[in-house]
């Protein structure tokens, strides 16, 4: 079964919240996930783009295994996560990075968060200094390796809830709207540290977020609505349906919206632009012609 | 900044007193207070000081770190010192309306505020010199025996150390509800006990939220990196003893004998 | 600085300095010699990446945080005055925090926006109308005022919030960050709604962000701030002239700014003080149909 599919597959995953009163009756059904399906092949950066309860996070969660499939199945590295004994290997295997930087680290000094994990899937000491290190080293962190969290930016502690992750040597991250609490300067670094790990050590990025221009560089795109998918292709194939993202409450980068504008005003550039240096091109091009 | 004032105040550095076991540092400090307490004479003074001295220059802790726990205890100081030097009988040497000063009074207070001042400062080489969670790790292998007797060392182990990184972080939401609720006009200074305490609820219910979100979001944090208990956990930084723990051990019983021996054979002045 | 006394309606701040944790190792200086004068009915944008010192100052303005040194006058009055009343202060600047839903506490909505006007002394009929109004004004729908505020999504009880902070009627009304942790719809939701304050009501607005983007569509003037101190304080327009400095400080101007200033780079004669994207698009098409005259002038 291994190797015959993507890293993580989800078919038809359903995933309902129930409230329930005090008597433990029924109050209200809420569907968070709605028949999602979706293949992510080893080594692919994706971006999961939705609003505020779109169902975005809670897919994320079924994909560490915090929350098991009402309908359907989901595999990581072909394990179904809804059998008991696969819960700690789907958690080693897909890490996960959530939205609040100060509520993920468990330690008073860096280094000691970094190792938390290894720890608990009983890695050999030496070999924990040594992932520490290599870990603290890929985001970037290694100076602050003494430091208290405390002190750290936004930024700097959401790099080393990143590197308490990759300490566990997993085949995929996933972030949870890792920047959603950061100013521009440490959403910028988060990024690039995403990057820079599926490059450098082929891991699989999932990349959940509701900022558009964060995708931008993503291997594939996804954007979730009530629930489901509702889009999904190239950065370049999503961009280019302005009309349909805003619809889907997103918020679309200036340059993109411009060169929408300029198109149905007739300039002759072309469709979902992504980058500024583009947008530059395209117009000067325009202008050359006329 | 609020989030400035940690309970262990660790001082990051690289000294041999920053590498000693915790389990060490913690019953060499005990230890010092006993001998603290137990010291008579000025040759075991003597001692007590050069060992004081001896461990905080081997710290690289900057001495200015060392004092500001003493100024937390300043008044106490002053109280016991005072106290000391008006109420201890003896021959007089001073009087002064209902007040006299004894030469034994001079000496009981002077005794005392060493001690006090050696205490704080012996303490504050411990927590700055030892990370909180070192302190927990080392409490918790101390205590390890307790677990086969039922106690839950581990989960009480990683509480304490849970606790010692967010008590900063709810002191400094405590300060921020506190602002924003003075803001929307709240007074949390006067009225009487009742008043004041019904005038804590805006401060108090969103602080409780806040702190059941977080251990909310932390529990999760943690079971997605594979936490389940202490069972099958390797350890970052295990406790094991090494040359110069044992040598700190050595010393510090040979510190202690010459205080006791002090105490027997020294005692001049009395 | 003798300013008692006149009738400027405005807040003034003169030379004010902050030092945290003051002779500790851990000194800070968060504010170094800051003067401005906030004035009456402005909507002011105040920009600076985190630790500029933007949170700082903003409470010296409600009188929350005391300046270690400097004056500030409200409206003529020096706040520091023994006999000023800081409460009847922070009655007249309202001040909503960063994520303000956290402090939500009553067990109904419309209680939690009541306590404000409460402490303000109205009676229980008053402070329930102004509840109301607030409540209202914020888009809150009546049949959500007599639940709990903790079963809201995160952007109604931040509007919820606000709605606490409005209730009191306040002169001036100052956010931090309103937007932070709010996906588009929402952050779009209360920046509108904080415009429309500012137009319906002429309350003075200060609004505390790190995007130069969401700021540069409302407000009419932006107060840089960088490491305690005021960087630039101007029209927007006049402000992101200095893209090149701002990046350099770590803020980011809108993105059509850039684009603006490369294409004119290029020899392509746009607007390049355009902020936003139909001020971009009309320099654009203006300049891309009046070309051929343009054209030759600039590559002759």
Redesign the interface.
């Known amino acids: 079964m291994r190797g015959s599919m993507g890293i993580i597959k989800a078919v038809q995953l359903v995933h309902e919240y129930i409230r329930r009163d005090e008597e433990g009756n029924v109050e209200s059904i809420s569907t968070a996930l709605d028949h999602v399906s979706l293949d992510v092949e080893p080594g692919e950066f994706i971006a999961i783009l939705g609003h505020n309860g779109s169902g975005k996070s809670t897919l994320a ?1 079924h994909i ?1 295994a ?1 929350l098991m499939p009402g309908e359907g199945t989901l595999w990581v590295d072909g394990r179904d996560t809804s059998e008991e004994e696969n819960i ?1 290997p789907v ?2 295997t897909a ?2 990075v ?1 939205q ?1 930087p ?8 860096v ?2 968060d970094v ?11 030496d070999e ?2 040594q992932r ?1 290190e290599e870990s603290l080293k890929a985001v970037g962190m290694l100076k602050y390796r ?6 750290l930016s936004g930024g700097q502690k959401q790099r080393v809830a990143i590197a ?2 990759v300490a ?1 040597q997993p085949k995929c991250i996933v972030l949870d709207e890792p920047t959603a609490m950061l100013d521009p300067n440490g959403r910028a670094d988060v990024i690039r540290t995403a990057h820079e790990l599926n490059r450098k050590k082929g891991v699989t990025i999932i990349l959940i977020t509701h900022y558009m221009e964060e995708v931008v560089d993503a291997d594939r795109v996804f954007v979730m609505d009530q629930g489901k998918i509702v889009m999904q292709g190239t950065p370049r194939e999503i961009f280019s349906q302005v009309g349909k993202l805003k619809e889907y409450r997103l918020d679309v980068p200036q340059v993109t919206i411009l060169a929408d504008l300029l198109r149905q005003s007739g300039v002759n550039v072309p469709v979902g632009v992504l980058r500024r240096e583009e947008l530059v091109d395209a117009i000067l091009k325009a202008a050359q012609i006329a | ?1 609020l ?2 004032i ?1 309970l ?1 105040q ?1 001082y ?1 550095a690289d000294s041999v007193i920053h590498r000693l076991d915790p389990r060490v540092k913690l019953f060499c400090t005990m230890i010092y207070i006993i001998s603290l307490f137990c010291f008579r004479g000025v040759a075991a003074l003597g001692a007590a000081t050069v060992f004081l001295i001896a461990v905080i220059r081997l710290s690289h802790v900057p001495f ?2 060392m004092i ?1 726990g003493l100024r937390a205890i300043l008044i106490l100081m002053l109280i016991t010192g005072l106290f000391n030097l008006f109420l201890t009988p003896g021959e007089p040497i001073v009087t002064f309306w209902v007040f006299k000063i004894t030469a034994e009074g001079i000496a009981n207070a002077a005794i005392m505020v060493i001690r006090l001042t050696y205490l704080i400062l012996g303490t504050s080489i411990m927590t700055l010199t030892t ?3 070192q302190l927990t790790d080392g409490l918790e292998k101390s205590l390890m025996p307790l677990s086969r007797i039922g106690v839950p060392v581990h989960v009480v182990a990683m509480m304490m ?2 606790a ?2 967010f008590i ?2 709810l002191i400094e ?1 405590t300060d ?2 506190m ?9 949390f200074e006067s009225g009487n006990l009742f008043k004041k305490v019904k005038n804590m ?2 401060l108090l ?2 602080l409780f ?2 702190a059941f ?2 251990a909310d ?2 529990a ?9 208990g202490g069972e ?7 406790l094991r003893y090494e040359g110069r723990d044992r040598l700190a051990y050595l010393l510090i019983l040979l510190y202690f004998a010459l205080i006791l021996l002090c105490r027997k054979f020294l005692r001049w002045p009395q | 600085m003798e300013r008692t006394g006149t009738d400027e309606m405005s807040i003034i701040l003169d030379k004010v300095n902050y030092i ?2 003051a002779d ?3 000194q ?1 200086q968060a504010l170094k010699d800051v003067s401005l004068e906030l004035k009456d009915g402005q909507f002011i944008g105040i920009i600076g990446h985190t630790g500029s010192g933007k949170s700082t100052l903003i ?1 010296h303005l ?1 009188g ?1 945080m005391k300046a270690t040194s400097g004056a500030i006058y409200f409206h003529g009055q020096d706040i520091y005055d023994e006999d000023f009343d800081l ?1 009847e202060l ?2 007249r600047v ?4 960063q994520y ?1 839903e ?4 009553e067990t109904t909505i419309f209680d939690d926006v009541c ?2 006007p409460k ?2 002394g109205l009676s229980k009929e008053e402070a329930g109308l102004r509840a109301f109004e607030a409540l209202r004004s914020v888009g809150m729908p009546e049949e959500l005022y007599y639940q709990s505020p ?1 079963d809201l999504s995160g952007g109604q009880k931040r509007r919820v919030a606000i709605a ?2 409005l209730a ?1 009627k306040p002169e001036v009304l100052i956010l931090d960050e309103p937007t932070a942790g709010l996906d588009p719809a929402g952050r779009d939701e209360i920046l509108d709604l904080i415009a429309r304050m500012h137009k319906e009501r002429g309350m003075t607005v200060v609004l505390v962000s790190h995007s130069m983007e969401d700021v540069a569509k409302y407000v009419e003037r932006i107060i840089v701030m960088n490491q305690g101190q005021v960087m630039f304080d101007d029209a927007p327009r006049e402000v992101f002239r200095h893209y090149k400095e701002l990046e350099a400080v770590g803020l980011a101007a809108p993105q059509v700014t850039y684009l603006m200033h490369e294409l004119r780079e290029h020899g392509l004669l746009v607007d390049t003080d355009a902020t936003t994207v139909e001020e971009a698009r009309a320099s654009l098409l203006e300049a891309l149909t009046g070309l051929d005259a343009q054209h030759r002038d600039i590559h002759v």
Not at chain 1, 102 to 109: F, G, L, R, W
Request: charged share 20%.
């Open positions: 969660k560490n915090l700690f958690r080693q890490g996960m959530f609040n100060d509520n993920q680290i468990i330690a008073s000094v280094e000691e190792g938390f994990g290894p720890e608990n899937i009983g890695v050999p000491t924990i200094w520490v003494h430091h208290s969290p405390n002190k308490g992750v566990m | 900044m989030r400035d940690t262990g660790y990051p200015r770190f500001k990370t909180p969670n150390s849970i010692l990184r900063p972080i939401e921020k509800i602002k924003a609720q003075m803001a929307r006009g709240a007074d609820i805006p219910v969103p939220v806040s979100r977080r979001d932390l999760m944090a943690m079971e997605a990196r594979c936490y389940h099958g956990r390797t350890k970052m930084k295990p | 945290y944790s500790t190792a851990y800070i409470q409600n929350l409460r922070r009655n309202g001040l909503v925090f303000p956290h402090q939500l506490f306590f404000g402490n303000q903790f606490g902070v009191m």
